[in-house]
Structures are given as C-alpha cells and as structure tokens.
C-alpha cells in the first residue's frame, strides 16, 4: 500500500516540477527517474540532511545512484554558469535576469522550493546572550555590542555572508569582524566550545535533528542563540520552543529560536529557504530525486529533521 501510494505521489510531483518553469526536456542519458547514476551538487551548509535523503532514496531505489558533491554557494554559481552542473540545491530562488542568462547559455532549468533552514548562531556556555538582529549586524560591523571578538563559519560563509553584506550595506555599513574559516561543522563547534571570545554560524540541520544522537551531542556542547523579539514586549522567562515541533502554546514577543516553528512563522531574523534546480536537460535521476525530495515521505524526513517542509505533510485522522 505504501509503495503504491508513494509511487503515484512519486509521479504527480514529477509532473509539477515539470510544469515550474514550462520548459520541454528532451534528451537521452543513462538514468532515468528512478535507476542510474548522477553527480548532484548541494551547498555544503545542508550535508547532514542531505545524506539523510540520499540514503533514504537509494533504499527506495536500489538501482539508483546519487553522488554529492558539497561546495560553497559562490562555488554552486559559477560551475552552473559554466553548464557543469546537472543538479543542484541553492539556499536562493533565481530572478528572470538569472534565467535569462542561463537562457542564452542553453541551460535549461526546472526548480522547486525543497524546505526552509536558518542560520543558527552558537555561543559558548559561558556566554549567555539574547542579542537583537540590530546588535547583531553592528557587532558584525565592528561594533562592541556583544562580548565576542570573531565568528567562525563553515567554509567561507557562503550564502549567508552574502545576506550579511547586503543587510550591512543597507546601513552603508561594511564587514569588520574577524572571520575563522572552519574546514567542517565539528570544528566550527570546537572553535566555539572552546573559546568564549567566538561566535559561530551553522545551518540549522547540524542542530536540529531530536532524533539523531550527532545532532544533539553537537547541540549539548554550545548555546543556541536566541534573538530577542522585534518588540520590546518581553515575556519573563518564556519556555524554549521544541526544535522540531511548532510550539503553539507561546505568547507572543518570546525570544525567538532559529527552529521550525519559528521558521513557519517568520520570526527568526536569518531564514534561507532552499530550492533544487534540475539542469539535465531531459527527465533523468535528478527529476526522480527532487520528485522523491518534495513527495510525502521525503517531506516528512525532512521535518523530522527539524527543517521546515515546503510542502508541510498533514496527519490523516480516520473516523471508525
């Protein structure tokens, strides 16, 4: 019954990934949707769900394989550009400018929004703070609003020093904070854990997930910030919301998490939502896997990873 089912919703949403930007795919590979192999590129930000799906897919499919490959954002952009990319995931959607470039290049692009993350930012334990996104942007700048001397990123930053440097100079203002450049999460992690003068950024997925025993030893060893509401309303010792579950039972002007909840409601000052772009040209492996992505079971997968669903799945209640 479920193989059935999944296998029609498999199918509906291969056809509205088609219909998204109204191209014709034609073209011959080695894979179809649900059988071959095919080189995918994410943004190494979402590496931990990502390798949830993957091996939740190639369960499904035995005969299918997906090869990831993570990069930083700048890196995902200019391999597109050079048309060396068949898949893809980008925590940004494209503008008509950008598919018209890709247009004249012969670049075919279907896409569709997959989920919504955040920008997590860590603390140590020792440092207990619930900055404003206002403090945060001028410490960024160079200002000593917060008692922190650097902020350690994975990679380079990518998408969300871009964010950074949009908000910054929007108040004609320029990056001035020192930057650590961490070769992964864990070390990002340890810069923090270990040294109270440094604040960190994640993707929310490295945190997130209540059912993964690396997800919550990570989230034990630091402080998940919290931003302070855009009120100056404050509820006195509000409860922390669950990271995977919205919590509905909080007064509003509570400090806000970078968790699902707060995701769905627009709350949390750096929400990135993440699209998939399929550019093969024809429909191959890369239409299966984002079809499977934004079908019910990959949603649920990853809700329950504390990311939120762009297609949230809703429980069936049968009446007897």
């Known amino acids: 019954m479920f193989n059935r089912s999944f296998l029609y919703a498999l199918g509906l949403v291969s056809v509205l990934i088609s219909s998204c930007l109204d191209m014709n795919h034609r073209g011959a590979g080695n894979d179809i949707p649900t059988k071959g192999e095919v080189t995918m590129h994410f943004d190494r930000s979402d590496s931990f769900v990502i390798e949830q799906l993957i091996h939740q897919f190639e369960l499904e499919y035995p005969q299918a394989k997906i090869n990831p490959v993570y990069l930083s954002h700048q890196e995902l952009l200019e391999l597109l550009n050079k048309g060396e990319i068949k898949g893809v995931f980008l925590h940004r959607s494209f503008t008509n400018d950008d598919k018209t470039v890709l247009g004249k290049k012969n670049i075919k692009v279907r896409s569709v929004m997959v989920f919504k993350s955040s920008s997590a930012f860590i603390s140590n334990k020792q440092l207990d703070i619930t900055p404003s996104k206002q403090q945060i942007i001028d410490w960024l700048a160079g200002e000593n609003t917060i008692a922190a001397q650097s902020l350690a990123l994975y990679g380079k930053g990518g998408r969300f020093l871009e964010s950074i440097d949009s908000l910054l100079k929007l108040q004609g203002k320029v990056l001035k904070r020192k930057i650590r450049s961490c070769n992964s999460p864990l070390v990002v992690i340890n810069q923090v854990k270990t040294d109270p003068q440094v604040l960190g950024v994640l993707g929310l997925n490295w945190l997130s997930d209540d059912g993964d025993s690396l997800s919550l030893a990570l989230r034990k060893q630091v402080n998940v910030i919290a931003f302070a509401p855009e009120s100056s309303i404050r509820v006195k010792n509000p409860p922390k919301p669950a990271t995977s579950e919205a919590s509905s039972g909080i007064a509003a002007f509570t400090d806000v998490y970078p968790f699902q909840s707060q995701?769905?409601?627009?709350?949390?000052?750096?929400?990135?939502?993440?699209?998939?772009?399929?550019?093969?040209?024809?429909?191959?492996?890369?239409?299966?896997?984002?079809?499977?992505?934004?079908?019910?079971?990959?949603?649920?997968?990853?809700?329950k990873s504390g990311l939120y669903p762009a297609l949230p799945p809703h429980r069936t209640i049968e009446l007897q």
């Open 263 to 303: 995701i769905a409601d627009k709350s949390y000052p750096f929400i990135e939502p993440v699209w998939g772009y399929d550019v093969q040209g024809y429909s191959g492996l890369v239409s299966g896997f984002l079809s499977f992505v934004c079908s019910h079971p990959g949603q649920v997968l990853i809700k």
